[in-house]
Every structure is written in structure tokens, then in C-alpha cells.
């Protein structure tokens, strides 16, 4: 059975956002713009809940293996493509370091646990992409692992009649042990294992699979139109501005739990654009530009 759910535009225009905020930061245009990482692990993090409770409700459980044969199929065919033109590439015009580090890499890319490769070997995020041409795809492992992990968890909790309950419970204690997790390993002078750890980055995407819940859905579903306004616009202002002035490893505590914040206040816009119809601020993020980006980038659903 196929899974179903309420195609939301406003969702794709966020991931839109993200994007382009991580390809202005690439740029050097937008300081703060890796920040739309975690707005993509919230993005993530609902869509992927949204899903499995889905399946719970209309047939008792999850395929867990159609499940994952769905997520492998929508990414690993663009992952490799990526992988073969990057090593062609390497090969043609870098020089013989980068190659060998980034064959090196594509076994670690592969099993989807470079992320773990480079916390290893201590590859520094902020001083890796002029070397390691794979650095970029430490997000994508995180992902994957997720993937793994959080299925497995719904599969087992989400049924009966406190199922989504339980769900919460789990995805809100687990945000927040991932928080001490963070605080604890950012105050270490080499930021990398909470940067690209997948336990220190759990937490965004357990505050989007908590807002993916019934009951956090349903207050949301109770928030007026017209306050929901204003929260979007506030909510929104709390991911631009950091976006806007955040400036990397040049912002310690950014790696001892501030990442949490913007994530957050993106789990909290997710929940209002998706339950709270005809908002501002989903009509702006469900327009034409941002959706369509949204909607042909890499991590799309």
C-alpha cells in the first residue's frame, strides 16, 4: 500500500528557503545560510513521522522494508550520480591529495556513515571543502540514519491507543538528551563531532518528528488564523536573522546547544503552516520560486 499524505506547497517552499540559503553560504553571500540544514532535518524529521503515523493509522503497522526500499529509490540513484561525477571530476582537474582522499571516501559514502568517517579522522567541516570534495555529505548521512533508526522506533511504539503519545514522549526526551549531548561535546576546541555527529544533530530532527504528533498537532489546530500570523512572522524573523549574521565555527556557542533554537522555531513554523490553512506565511513559502526549488533539491519527498 502506497504511503498517503496531504501534499502541503508551503512545505516545499520552506525546503526552497533552505536551499538557498545553504547555496548563498557556499557562495559567500549568507553567513549564516548552513543554518537551512537544520531547517531540512525538521523538514525531515515531520515528513518522515507524518508518513509512518500514517501507515500506523490506515493499516496497524509499517512496512518497514517497503519503507526503506521508498527512501532508496527516491535518493540513492541521485547519490550516486553525484559520487561518479565527483570522482570523474577529481580525477580530471584536482590534484592527486584530493583524489585520494576522495577515494578514500566513497566506501564511507556508500555505507552512509561518512559523517562518522570525518569526526574519525577529525576533518574539520570549516576547513575541509577546499580538500575533502565529499565533505558536504555528512547532512545526507545523518539523514540515512535516521532513516534507519526512527522507523524502527515508530514501528514498535505507535500503535494502540496512546501510540502517538509515546511517540511524543520519545521524540521530545530524545531532542532533549540530544541537547545535553551537545552542550557537553561543543565545548571541545575541534567542533566536529557535534557539528556532524548524528546523535548531536538527532535533536532537529526529533523536534520535527515531535510536531509531526497528534498532540502537538492538534494545538496547533487551535492557534486562530490571525495569531498564527504573527507567530509565522516571529518564528520566521528567529531563522532569518541567525541566517543572516551567524558566522560559523567563528560562533562557539552555536556548538554547545544554540543550534537547538533555530530548529525549534522551525518545528514550530512547520507545525502552523501545515494545521493552521490560508497563513501569510505559507502562502509566501508556497509560491511559485521557492517551491519549485523546494521541490527539485535533493532531499525533496
Known amino acids: ?31 549564516g545560510g548552513f543554518l537551512g540544514v537544520d531547517l531540512f532535518f525538521v523538514l525531515s524529521g515531520f515528513l ?30 541521485a547519490l550516486v550520480g553525484v559520487v561518479v561525477v565527483t570522482v570523474s571530476a577529481t580525477w580530471s582537474w584536482s590534484t592527486s591529495a584530493q583524489l585520494r582522499f576522495a577515494l578514500n571516501d566513497v566506501p564511507w559514502v556508500g555505507a552512509q556513515a561518512v559523517n562518522w568517517h570525518y569526526i574519525a579522522e577529525q576533518t574539520g567541516y570549516w576547513n575541509a571543502s577546499d580538500t575533502w570534495v565529499f565533505a558536504h555529505l555528512w547532512s545526507i ?35 532533549l538528551v540530544s541537547l545535553a549531548l551537545t552542550v557537553w561535546l561543543g565545548a571541545a576546541v575541534d567542533t566536529t563531532r557535534a557539528y556532524e555527529g548524528t546523535d548531536t ?11 509531526a504528533t497528534a498532540p ?39 556548538f554547545q546547544g544554540g543550534l537547538f533554537l533555530p530548529s525549534l522555531a522551525a518545528a514550530a513554523l512547520i507545525v502552523l503552516m501545515a494545521q493552521v490553512p490560508g497563513t501569510r506565511a505559507a502562502r ?9 526549488l523546494g521541490e527539485v533539491s535533493y532531499l525533496g519527498f
Open 1 to 31: 500500500m502506497p504511503e498517503r499524505r496531504v501534499h502541503i506547497a508551503a512545505l516545499d517552499g520552506l525546503r526552497g528557503f533552505a536551499v538557498a540559503a545553504v547555496l548563498l553560504f557556499h557562495a559567500g553571500h549568507l553567513r
Open 48 to 77: 518522515i513521522t507524518g508518513l509512518l503515523l500514517g501507515e500506523v493509522a490506515g493499516r496497524g503497522r509499517i512496512a518497514l522494508a517497503a519503507f526503506w526500499g521508498r527512501r532508496a529509490r527516491r535518493l540513492l540513484p
Open 141 to 175: 548521512g545523518v539523514e540515512w540514519q535516521f532513516y534507519l533508526a526512527w522507523p524502527l522506533v515508530v514501528a514498535l511504539t505507535a500503535r494502540g491507543r496512546y501510540g502517538e503519545q509515546i511517540v511524543a514522549l520519545l521524540a521530545g526526551s530524545g531532542a
Open 201 to 211: 544533530r538527532a535533536a532537529a530532527l526529533l523536534l520535527g518528528a515531535l510536531v
Open 216 to 254: 502537538v498537532r492538534g494545538l496547533a489546530r487551535r492557534v486562530p488564523r490571525r495569531a498564527a500570523d504573527l507567530v509565522c512572522l516571529v518564528l520566521a524573523c528567529a531563522l532569518a536573522v541567525p541566517w543572516a549574521v551567524t558566522e560559523g565555527e567563528k560562533a562557539p556557542l552555536l
Open 284 to 292: 509566501v513559502a508556497g509560491s511559485r520560486l521557492p517551491r519549485r
